[in-house]
């Protein structure tokens, strides 16, 4: 790439190397625009005779091809690509999901001299329309070999983004007391409608039981059977780790116990097991607020049908200080 300065007539298709002001200070022209024949119109109007411009050299690539190219190859699922000013692209949820990244990718493509990735979080939940990537190229010009490095790498291994749809998720909730089922109910109930409230859903089924092994089984059973996306277990008792009444109830219908203890405050009692293919999550003392807590780390990933491992579960332990 080399700077030079041209008549403004014989400027169009060349990139600003700096912005353009008027005399009172207003941009006219941003820095890295294309000129165009009509903004050669514009800056003869303004008085101007000479601009500074940048021309591509043999083996670059303009920012914003660069930046379009690297948008297309990071990321897949519910997500639209949209260019920027200043060589950006930015990435966008087309519709609420979870957004899943590959952190040791998304590093590895940072470390490189002509393109940096900055992402949401890993397993958080976006809403439709906002804004969940944005890819930045170094100014005007990419070597196309390092390019290609970064497009190649990226292809092999990628994408470093997902965006997980949410749809229609059918949550079963199981209320639990030693006592009294419905007492548990009465103090959770609320909580939960409103945690799940931010995710766009309510519970679709929910039961309450004595919390004793077979009941907790045959309610464990019955909600099962109802083909729910996830089952979150509001107990008034926290458990002991899978050989309490709650883990013993799980591996008698079948689960497999994933993880128990997460890197996460609040919330390291979590429980985590899976029947076939559906999540059942016991965090005691996690549905007494509606404060974060490991429930809203993940709640997104379930909710998107994402099967998550206690490796991942581990991984939360990096940023779970939550208060």
Not at 65 to 92: H, P, T, W, Y
Not at 97 to 117: F, G, H, M, P, R
Not at 201 to 209: G, I, K, N, Q, V
Request: hydrophobic share 45%.
């Amino acid at each position: 790439m080399k700077a030079l300065t041209v008549d403004v007539r014989e400027s169009a298709g060349r990139i600003l190397c700096t912005t353009i002001f008027r005399p009172g200070g207003r941009k006219l022209l941003a820095k890295g625009h294309i000129i165009s024949e009509e903004d050669i119109r514009l800056l003869e109007t303004e008085g101007m005779e000479q601009v500074w411009v940048t021309e591509l050299e043999e083996g670059e690539v303009s920012e914003d091809d660069a930046v379009s190219l690297v948008a297309q190859a990071i990321g897949c699922g519910a997500v639209e690509i949209k260019l920027a000013a200043g060589g950006r692209a930015n990435m966008f949820a087309t519709e609420d999901c979870c957004v899943l990244i590959d952190d040791e990718l998304l590093k590895q493509i940072n470390c490189t001299a002509s393109i940096v990735i900055a992402t949401a979080l890993n397993f958080s939940h976006a809403k439709a329309g906002q804004r969940i990537a944005t890819i930045k190229s170094a100014p005007f010009a990419v070597a196309q070999a390092q390019l290609e490095a970064v497009v190649n790498i990226l292809r092999e291994r990628g994408p470093i983004l997902q965006a997980r749809p949410i749809r229609n998720p059918q949550i079963g909730v199981l209320y639990s007391d030693p006592m009294n089922g419905e007492r548990a109910r009465q103090l959770f109930e609320n909580i939960m409608v409103q945690r799940l409230e931010k995710y766009a859903t309510t519970p679709a089924f929910a039961l309450a039981t004595i919390e004793e092994e077979s009941q907790t089984a045959r309610a464990f059973q019955h909600l099962l059977r109802s083909k729910p996306t996830a089952i979150l277990v509001a107990s008034t008792t926290a458990p002991a780790g899978p050989d309490d009444v709650i883990g013993r109830a799980m591996a008698r219908v079948g689960c497999h116990i994933e993880k128990f203890l997460a890197p996460v405050e609040p919330g390291n009692l979590l429980l985590l097991g899976y029947k076939d293919d559906v999540p059942i999550v016991s965090a005691p003392g996690c549905f007494r607020s509606v404060r974060a807590n490991v429930v809203d780390l993940v709640l997104p990933p379930m909710l998107s049908r994402y099967r998550m491992t206690g490796w991942e579960l581990a991984t939360l332990g990096h940023g779970g200080l939550l208060c």
